[in-house]
């Protein structure tokens, strides 16, 4: 199982200096593969990790996750596909639908029929970014054309799929499934096996499809204190159905509860477990604000990656 960490590029400023430096750091410790959020009120993922990219060599990048609604499939794989001419084939794409409070509360779109939203999207940007000319009109999203991009690297793309149709067509059209919220018994039972199935059901063997699970993560003596706080820093989760489903299939009594935490033994351990029940790579979030905490936890996320 490869380990990753969450690049933050947002920490309550877009400095592009800042963001860069921290890169750095994490691809000297020998992380391979970094994962950033993308926020309706903070920078654009794609173009922080463009510009980083181009600074720091090697590491490869996924965004988790990029929203549909508000970007056309032609513009999602125009920006794609200049992000990797720029980098080189670095970037793993990861999609998702957002949620309604945010799609409709704040830009105004329509959060119905998110299973064929999904299908007509893909139906635009799978053919643009492998080269070929698309002409797809769908009831919700149209996409005609072609893109003059050659010779250009194809991102894999990712979905944040959850529940089984979403998962039905990340397994069957995509490389895999980016999860968030979503416990060890979640991973094991439902959406390692259900996104596997999936592919084997569309004629993909279970390798070409991946499981990418996210979880906060802590290593501290102070269980109860980081418990406490990402209680409070995750709490908007508990709000949002697509996770709040995930917490309540796992038996969370809230986000609290999907932090790992604990000493070295303990979080290996549970680390370890997710490889165990199929999970293909493990993103930790670094949520604790003790400077010293976050090292710690980044040193012992270091000794699991192969």
Request: charge should be negative.
């Amino acid at each position: 199982m490869q380990i990753s960490v969450v690049w933050t590029i947002n920490a309550r400023t877009a400095s592009v200096d800042r963001a860069i430096e921290n890169l750095a750091e994490i691809a000297e410790e020998g992380f391979t593969r970094v994962w950033c959020t993308q926020m309706p009120n903070e920078p654009d993922a794609l173009t922080m990790l463009t510009v980083a990219g181009w600074e720091v060599p090697e590491i490869e990048f996924g965004t988790s996750v990029l929203p549909m609604q508000v970007q056309h499939p032609m513009l999602l794989a125009q920006r794609a596909l200049t992000t990797n001419a720029v980098i080189g084939p670095r970037l793993h794409l990861g999609l998702g639908l957002s949620h309604q409070v945010v799609t409709e509360g704040m830009w105004g779109v329509s959060y119905k029929k998110p299973i064929q939203r999904t299908n007509e999207y893909l139906d635009g940007l799978l053919p643009l970014l492998r080269g070929e000319k698309v002409n797809s009109g769908g009831d919700l999203i149209t996409t005609r054309g072609s893109l003059t991009m050659d010779d250009i690297d194809v991102p894999p793309v990712y979905l944040a799929a959850l529940g089984p149709k979403m998962l039905g067509i990340a397994g069957s059209r995509t490389s895999g499934t980016v999860t968030w919220m979503t416990g060890p018994k979640t991973l094991r039972d439902h959406i390692v096996p259900t996104l596997r199935a999936a592919a084997v059901g569309a004629g993909r063997a279970e390798s070409d499809v991946r499981t990418v699970a996210m979880l906060p993560v802590s290593v501290t003596d102070n269980v109860d204190g980081a418990r406490a706080a990402a209680g409070e820093q995750f709490a908007m989760y508990d709000n949002l159905p697509s996770y709040k489903a995930m917490l309540d299939r796992e038996g969370f009594t809230g986000p609290a509860d999907a932090a790992i935490i604990g000493d070295e033994a303990t979080v290996a351990e549970q680390i370890r477990q997710l490889g165990e029940f199929g999970v293909d790579e493990f993103v930790g979030i670094l949520f604790d604000r003790d400077a010293e905490v976050r090292a710690r936890t980044r040193a012992l996320l270091r000794t699991l990656h192969p």
